[in-house]
């Protein structure tokens, strides 16, 4: 008897838990379900495509350069698709980033021009995952995932010169290149 309680204690607490796992949309999700249908193309890129072997960097740098483990970039092109199905697509990511688990760091942009908004998850000292949201009506829009360990916002923006001095890979960001075309 006491048994076949604890049995049924157990399969209670595994069911909750299950239950009570956040099953809204995420970004990874779409990335993943949207990566191979038409309109849509996506790649990776690790950090080695930036080449910093002979580029001076302080310790702060380093230290920021080695928190960023990849970039996933996914782009939607408007002239692939119908305006229904575009409307439909930016609906969609601009749902998954009002959660609340993904905080705000920067907006701007024009409505003319096109906007674009960076968010994070986690804290800003330590963040896990910095996103970088841009749509402009007559191309697309273009959602880039940062991912790394232990990225720091603020040491982040020092990579800027790094990226100025680095030698970049430039077949590794043709589809990037050619969204901006």
């Known amino acids: 008897m006491i048994q076949s309680i604890k049995k049924s204690i157990v399969m209670l607490l595994l069911v909750t838990a299950f239950t009570s796992c956040n099953q809204?949309?995420?970004?990874?999700?779409?990335y993943i379900e949207n990566e191979l249908k038409p309109g849509f193309a996506s790649f990776?890129?690790?950090?080695?495509?930036?080449?910093?072997?002979?580029?001076?960097?302080?310790?702060?740098?380093k230290t920021a350069y080695n928190s960023v483990d990849k970039l996933n970039v996914l782009t939607f092109m408007k002239e692939d698709?119908?305006?229904e199905d575009y409307k439909l697509e930016l609906g969609k990511?601009?749902?998954?980033?009002?959660?609340?688990?993904?905080?705000?760091?920067?907006?701007?942009?024009?409505?003319?021009?096109?906007?674009?908004?960076?968010?994070?998850?986690?804290?800003?000292?330590?963040?896990?995952?910095?996103?970088v949201f841009g749509h402009a009506k007559n191309k697309g829009f273009m959602i880039a995932r940062i991912l790394g360990d232990d990225m720091n916002a603020n040491k982040l923006m020092t990579l800027v010169s790094v990226l100025e001095k680095g030698d970049l890979d430039k077949n590794q960001l043709q589809g990037l290149t050619d969204f901006f075309k």
């Open 24 to 30: 809204g949309p995420t970004l990874q999700t779409y």
């Open 44 to 61: 990776d890129l690790p950090t080695s495509f930036i080449n910093v072997e002979n580029v001076d960097m302080t310790e702060e740098q």
């Open 81 to 83: 698709t119908d305006a």
């Open 93 to 131: 990511v601009n749902t998954i980033l009002k959660d609340s688990k993904y905080e705000e760091l920067i907006r701007g942009g024009s409505p003319v021009d096109g906007k674009f908004v960076v968010k994070f998850l986690g804290d800003i000292d330590n963040i896990d995952e910095l996103i």
